[in-house]
């Protein structure tokens, strides 16, 4: 509305280097919720180059993140977070809420679409390509059920269908992809022979854990200086999640694990908890996550009808549900469309790509989402993690696809011989 208050949207235009190419740019759309589009391009860049080749890439920091009126507070981080009691919890987001410049409300996806649209008739697009990843594939999806007549094709990477709620079922599927990795260790004739029962030794710790917390000296994994530390359940939490990540992260775990449980060293596994959780915490704006999260998802969640017995067998069990379900008790519900969590049905060309081993958004979810689309092909690489832009030959099958705009008779063969990275089986790395 003309007298509602404004804000500066940052957008950044990274030219196609054929001056000539085709007109329709690729619009990138980051995860989280809450990471700006601006800082996920950043360490993403190169798997870009070869569609810039031919089109511009267009970043929009969505509403709420990086320079688009972030919507920061001083919030703790996961570790403190869990020792706080549900009222503890509830007084800080109410703090959180009070330092906020602007009202949470209208920080939602379906406020965010019609941004994006906004910026495309701005820069003189009559069509664009979207890229999502996580949260972004929701935005993308979003955006092609409002504007279809805008989209010439999409690519979803690690993708969240429309009717999901992804808290509800969050530490199943982080449990599941923990399996796998144990599991590709113990047929991986290396890591076996290093770590002859990984799942057991994370067990070990675990109930080690609980029972006592561990107070160690270790290094600052950024400033260097020597600090004392009690390690807790949580922090064994934390870096396991984190590390489940991407086969690269994950190739460390099995070694971290077996420093901790039969060495009784948890300095390293300690130093990855704390490095990951605030990388993790400073990429994204929290404001906006509670934006997001507490309008399309906390909703959807009866806390009747939680399975607690299964959560509760997973090693993160229903600590960040029932944490994101206090705070969303304070939290105002935002604009949300009728339809938002309808399929999107549609004829547009779609790319989905998942890991077998993604412990936030499994290849189910991405099926689920398929089914919405009559043109579409998913792509699902074995050993893989939380994301596949980078991988393999994924930087050419996506600059293939939008030549094309079309999934017909597109080649993703080369997909099948993507490996995930090999175990470290010790702190100098894999074996040669």
């Known amino acids: 509305m003309p007298s509602s208050p404004r804000i500066r949207l940052k957008v950044a235009l990274i030219p196609a280097l054929n001056r000539s190419g085709p007109r329709d740019p690729l619009f990138v759309l980051s995860g989280g919720p809450g990471q700006a589009a601006s800082d996920f391009y950043v360490s993403a860049a190169g798997a870009f180059a070869r569609v810039q080749r031919q089109r511009d890439i267009v970043l929009v920091d969505q509403r709420g993140t990086g320079d688009s009126n972030a919507l920061d507070c001083d919030y703790p981080e996961e570790d403190e977070l869990a020792e706080m009691s549900p009222a503890q919890i509830r007084r800080l987001t109410q703090m959180c809420l009070a330092a906020l410049k602007s009202d949470p409300r209208h920080y939602t996806t379906s406020v965010a679409v019609r941004d994006l649209d906004e910026v495309r008739a701005a820069l003189g697009y009559e069509r664009i390509n979207l890229y999502g990843v996580s949260y972004g594939t929701r935005v993308a999806q979003h955006y092609l059920r409002r504007y279809p007549e805008r989209v010439r094709a999409v690519i979803l990477d690690g993708v969240v269908a429309p009717g999901l709620v992804l808290a509800a079922d969050s530490a199943l599927q982080a449990q599941r992809a923990l399996d796998l990795i144990f599991e590709r260790c113990r047929t991986d004739a290396a890591c076996h022979a290093a770590f002859p029962d990984t799942a057991k030794e994370f067990a070990t710790l675990r109930a080690r854990l609980t029972r006592q917390p561990a107070v160690i000296s270790m290094p600052d994994p950024v400033a260097g200086v020597v600090t004392h530390e009690t390690i807790r359940t949580v922090h064994l939490q934390i870096a396991t999640r984190f590390l489940s990540y991407a086969p690269e992260r994950a190739a460390l775990l099995p070694l971290l694990l077996h420093e901790a449980a039969a060495r009784n060293n948890l300095a390293p596994l300690a130093a990855q908890a704390e490095l990951l959780a605030t990388r993790y915490a400073n990429s994204l704006s929290i404001g906006m ?144």
Do not use: M
């Open 289 to 432: 996550h509670n934006a997001v999260v507490c309008t399309e998802d906390a909703p959807l969640i009866d806390p009747a009808r939680i399975d607690r017995p299964a959560l509760e067998k997973t090693y993160l069990g229903s600590l960040q549900l029932d944490g994101l379900l206090e705070i969303c008790k304070v939290w105002p519900h935002g604009t949300i469309d009728p339809d938002f969590h309808a399929p999107v049905d549609s004829a547009v060309p779609v790319l989905l790509l998942s890991g077998t081993a993604d412990p936030v958004t499994p290849p189910s979810y991405a099926e689920e989402a398929r089914r919405a689309f009559s043109q579409s092909v998913h792509v699902i690489i074995e050993g893989q993690g939380h994301g596949q832009l980078g991988v393999g030959c994924v930087p050419r099958l996506l600059a293939e696809f939008l030549e094309r705009g079309s999934t017909q008779d597109l080649d993703v063969s080369c997909t099948k011989t993507i490996t995930p990275a090999p175990f470290f089986t010790s702190f100098a790395g894999p074996p040669p």
